[in-house]
C-alpha cells in the first residue's frame, strides 16, 4: 500500500544525498497521505545506498507502525507534531546540512538579507528553544516537535518551511516530501549566504519589506508569476 | 528557427548547473540574435535536467513572446534592458552563486585584489543600488534592469561584464550565453578570493593600476596575446 | 591469511578518499585481528587507485612485518599504541581532513556545540600535547601514539572515539577500520560545524550536558534506540 | 618528439582540473627534458576538454616554439625563467587555486602552522614582490618569473618547491610535471588550513622547529622513511 509515497519518499531521501546535505545514515525525510492519514518514513540509521521502497516505514499520526519490519526514524514522533499541528504539511525533511546547523548551534535566526531568502522565507528563519531537563528525558522527540511548534505560535506554516532547533539543526516541510527537501537546499544555500555576508557586513541590512512582500508574492499565492501555470 | 541559439543558450545553462552555480531551478540564461533582435532565454521554474532545446522561449525585444508555449524566466524583463541599453551584449547570466551573493547582500562592491579579478574586470565588480518601494512596486523586473543600466553611466560594458544588484545577486553578460556564463564563473571565483583575502588581511591593498592595465590589455583590444588567434 | 580483514582495510581506505577527507596518498586506516593479535594496514606513500588487497601489510602488536612485501604506513607505530592501549579498539583512521586540522593546528579542542557532536562524541573532542625535541628526535611515530594515551588517562575510549594531535591532525577509532572512518568522517562534519558556529557567535553556548547525555544513551549502551536491532 | 614528455604534461594539466584547482581554461603546467634543453607546455587558453598531446608546445630555453602549431601559455617566460635559475626543477604548475591566492592578495606568506606543511614545505611559503611598473611593462612575464628567482636567493628550491607572487597566486614546481601538481594540491591543502587555523586563532603557534625538521627529513633526503624505496 501507498507504493507511489513510498517511493516518492526514497527518492526524497536519497535527494538529501544527492544534492551534499547528509553524509553516512544522517537526515531523514517523511511524506504523509492525508486521506488515510498515514506516513511514510526512512527507517533508522540504514545506509542510504542500500535502501528500497519496501524498507520504508508506515506509522500512523499516533506513531503506532502500520507497515514495515524496520524501526522508523528516531526522530519520527517530531515529524508527527508537526504533521498534526498543521494539516497542510504533506512532507518533513531533517538534515543536519552545515551552515544551517551553525545557525542553529549559534542559536542565532537566520536574519533575511537577500531576495533568495525572501523567495523562500517570508520573513527569518526562526529559532525554537532549547528544550528544559524534562522535556528531553521524558518523550524527547515528540518533545522537539512541540517545541517546533511553540515557537510557530502566530506564525504561517506555509510561508516560513523551515526552522533551527537551538543546539541542533534544521527541519523543514512542504507539500509533500519533495517539497520539504527542496526547502532544506534553499535553507542551506541561504544559511551559508547569510553566513558569509554577516562576515563580510556585520551591520548588513535586512532586506527591504517591500522587496521581502514582492519576492514572495511572486512565487506564492493567488498572483504567483514564477514558474510554469499548473495545469 | 533560431535552432543553434537556442542549442547555445540551453546549454549555457546546464553549464551553470556544471560549473555548481546553481542549485534546484535557480538562475537563467539568454542569447541575443542581433539581426531579428530575437532573444532566446530559459523558461521559468523548469528543472534543468528535463530542459529541451525546444522549451527555450524566444521574445523579442519589448519582450512579447514570439515561439514557445512555455512563460520565459520571470527576470527577463531584467534581460532585455541590457540588451536595449549595450547593443554589444550577446548573452546574459544571472545567477545567485554564493560568493557574488554575499557582496551583493553585504551592500559592497567587490574590490580589485588580484590578477585573476584584473584578467576579467577592468576595476571593481559595481553595486546597484536597492530597487525603491515604486520600482519594486510596478514593473519590478524591468526596473532591475534599470538599475543596473544607471550603475553603469560612464562605465564600460565591455570592459566590465557583470554587476551586483544590492540585496539580490550577479548579473553578468558577454558576447555570447557561453562568454556570459565564463563570467559568471569567473565571478564567483573572484568573489570567493576576495572575501577570503579581506579576512585574512582587512587593509589588503589594491592591484596597482598598471598590473590592472596590464592584465586587461594582455587579453582584450587589440594588443591581447592571451589565448589563440582568432581565425 | 586475513583475506577479509585485508579487504575491509582497503575499503576503509578507500572511503577516505570517496568522502573527500584526503587527496594524494595521505591518510591510513588500519584494522586488528584480536584473536591473531595481527594488524592490517595501508602501505606508505602508495596512490589509491592503485592499492589491492594484497598491498595490504600485516604486522603484529609489535610493528613486526608478517606479510607484505611493501613498507607499512610511517603512521604504525602509533596506530600500534593504540591497540596495545585500550583492547575494545578494532580499527583507527588517521587523515589531516581540513577542519578538524584546523583545530588541531589551532591548539584548541573541539567543544561539543550541537547534538551532532553529542551523537558521536561524548563531550569535547580532546587534544593530545605537542610532542618534546626528545620525543620527535626517538621513536617519534610511537611517541605520537603515548601522548594520546596520556590524554586519553581517566578518559573513555568508546565514548570519545578520536582526538586531536596538536600541530598534526586527527586520529579516530572504532570497533572496526570501517567504524574508525564512520568517526573520522563525523569529526570532519563537527570540526566544520563547530567552526562556523564559533564564528557566528564566539560566546555559543556548549551543549547543555542533559542533551549531551540523551544524544549519547540514545545511540550507545544498552537503551540504545537509534538504527536497527542487532541480530 | 618528446611523445612521453608531452603525454606526462598533457595528463598533469588535467590533474589541475581533476583536482579542483582551475576552472575554465585557467592554469598551465610545464615539463622539462633536461638533456635536449626543451620544454613541454600546455598552449595558451585552450579547454581542456579539448586538449590532446599534440596540441602541447614544445620551446627552448630561450623561449623559441621548437614545435607545435598553437601559442604556448602566456605565462611560458615565467616559467623558462625558473628553468634556467635551477637545474634541479623538472617541472612547474600555476594555478590560481582559491586559497593559496587568497594569500598571495593578502601579500602575506603562509606560516608553518602543522605538520601537513612541513611535509611539503621546509618553512613558510614565501611571498615574492609586486613588480614595479617598468617590470609590468617591458617582458612582464619573464619579470614575474626574475622577482620569483630574487625571492629565492639564499633559499633551497628543493625544501620549499613553491612559491606566492603578491596580488597574483601561486607557482609550484617538482622534479617533473606530475610532481609540481602534486604540490599545487599540497599547497591549496595546506593554504586552506593555515586560512581556518588563523580564524580560530590569530596567535596559533608555528610548528616548532624540531618537527618541522623530522618531518622533512622523515619524507625526503638521504633517511626518509616516508614511502616505498625506489628501486
Chains 1, 2, 3, 4 share one sequence.
Not at 531523514?28 to 542510504?48: E, F, H, L, T
Not at 507497515?67 to 504533521?83: M, V
Not at 525533511?93 to 538579507?113: D, G, K, V
Amino acid at each position: 500500500m501507498l507504493e507511489q509515497l513510498k517511493q516518492d519518499v526514497l527518492q526524497a531521501n536519497l535527494d538529501l544525498v544527492r544534492h551534499g546535505l547528509v553524509p553516512l545514515t544522517w537526515g531523514n525525510v517523511s511524506g504523509i497521505d492525508r486521506s488515510s492519514g498515514w506516513i511514510v518514513i526512512k527507517p533508522s540509521g540504514v545506509a542510504y545506498g542500500a535502501l528500497t521502497p519496501g524498507d520504508m516505514v508506515v506509522v500512523d499520526l499516533q506513531g503506532k507502525t502500520v507497515e514495515g519490519s524496520l524501526r522508523p526514524s528516531s526522530d519520527t514522533p517530531a515529524h508527527l507534531c508537526l504533521y498534526n499541528a498543521c494539516p497542510l504539511i504533506g512532507g518533513i525533511a531533517h538534515t543536519h546540512s552545515p551552515y544551517a546547523t551553525m545557525f542553529a548551534q549559534s542559536c542565532r535566526e537566520i536574519p533575511c538579507l537577500g531576495t533568495t531568502h525572501a523567495d523562500q522565507f517570508h520573513g527569518p528563519v526562526p529559532l525554537a528553544r532549547f528544550l528544559s531537563e524534562e522535556e528531553v528525558q521524558d518523550d524527547y522527540e515528540a518533545n522537539m516537535g512541540r517545541v517546533i511548534v511553540e515557537r510557530f505560535r502566530g506564525l504561517d506554516w506555509q510561508s516560513i518551511p523551515g526552522v533551527l532547533l537551538a543546539g541542533h539543526a534544521p527541519f523543514t516541510w512542504g507539500t509533500s516530501a519533495a517539497d520539504a527537501v527542496l526547502h532544506a537546499v534553499a535553507l542551506e544555500r541561504i544559511a551559508h549566504m547569510a553566513f558569509g555576508t554577516l562576515r563580510l557586513n556585520p551591520e548588513a541590512p535586512e532586506l527591504p519589506r517591500y522587496i521581502l512582500a514582492k519576492h514572495h508574492r511572486r512565487k506564492h499565492g493567488p498572483d504567483a508569476y514564477y514558474g510554469q501555470k499548473k495545469s
